[in-house]
T-cell receptor, first 114, second 114 residues
Framework: GAVVSQHPSWVICKSGTSVKIECRSLDFQATTMFWYRQFPKQSLMLMATSNEGSKATYEQGVEKDKFLINHASLTLSTLTVTSAHPEDSSFYIC??????????FGSGTRLTVV | DAKTTQPTSMDCAEGRAANLPCNHSTISGNEYVYWYRQIHSQGPQYIIHGLKNNETNEMASLIITEDRKSSTLILPHATLRDTAVYYCIVRVDTGGTSYGKLTFGQGTILTVHP
């Protein structure tokens, strides 16, 4: 089946620094990828839709200047959390759609900002 | 996309069938029913999806009522590893290369006990 690889699986960073999370589709091309955020005991909240070769579409209330998304190729999308603060600590998950297998999700990245 | 309603939590004995209900009374004719599950601290995993006919795969069965206003996911022989949050999602499957977003509700916490 379709596989989406997300890296790193966990990261700890200092407040004020930036963190980049990578999402790769391993055996298929993904023109569209999705980024979600999940706080403890809550459901997944869609942050943005990442489109290859164009600007991402952000959901209402998500700061585009804080959560930078780059989808430079058909197999790679990155999410950069800029000037991270403790309230940005969360579980970040990416997803991609493959025609035969539907939506496939990465394993997630646990971000802790100290 | 149509809204879904699921019970907050359910219990099931190991080896027994787990029947997870989902109400989607406002579903449109071109909206599919998707089921995903999320095991703690992992990305969601695709289980099954369907439009109007009942579906079965190696993981589960999906029973959709004739009026399509509700559905039931059946795990025929639940194991401890099936303990997870199960999400029922309805959305249009546009096919092609333009894929819309997947919106998650609160889901059902299924606990399988020995």
């Amino acid at each position: 089946g379709a596989v989406v690889s997300q890296h790193p699986s966990w990261v700890i960073c200092k407040s004020g620094t930036s963190v980049k999370i990578e999402c790769r589709s391993l055996d298929f091309q993904a023109t569209t990828m999705f980024w979600y955020r999940q706080f403890p005991k809550q459901s997944l909240m869609l942050m943005a839709t990442s489109n290859e070769g164009s600007k991402a579409t952000y959901e209402q209330g998500v700061e585009k200047d804080k959560f930078l998304i780059n989808h430079a190729s058909l197999t790679l999308s990155t999410l950069t959390v800029t000037s991270a603060h403790p309230e940005d600590s969360s579980f970040y998950i990416c997803s991609a759609r493959e025609r035969a297998y539907g939506y496939t999700f990465g394993s997630g990245t646990r971000l802790t900002v100290v | 996309d149509a809204k879904t309603t699921q019970p907050t939590s359910m219990d099931c004995a190991e080896g027994r069938a787990a029947n997870l209900p989902c109400n989607h009374s406002t579903i449109s004719g071109n909206e599919y029913v998707y089921w995903y599950r999320q095991i703690h601290s992992q990305g969601p995993q695709y289980i099954i999806h369907g439009l109007k006919n009942n579906e079965t795969n190696e993981m589960a069965s999906l029973i959709i009522t004739e009026d399509r206003k509700s559905s039931t996911l059946i795990l025929p022989h639940a194991t401890l590893r099936d303990t997870a949050v199960y999400y029922c999602i309805v959305r249009v499957d546009t096919g092609g290369t333009s894929y819309g977003k997947l919106t998650f509700g609160q889901g059902t916490i299924l606990t399988v006990h020995p």
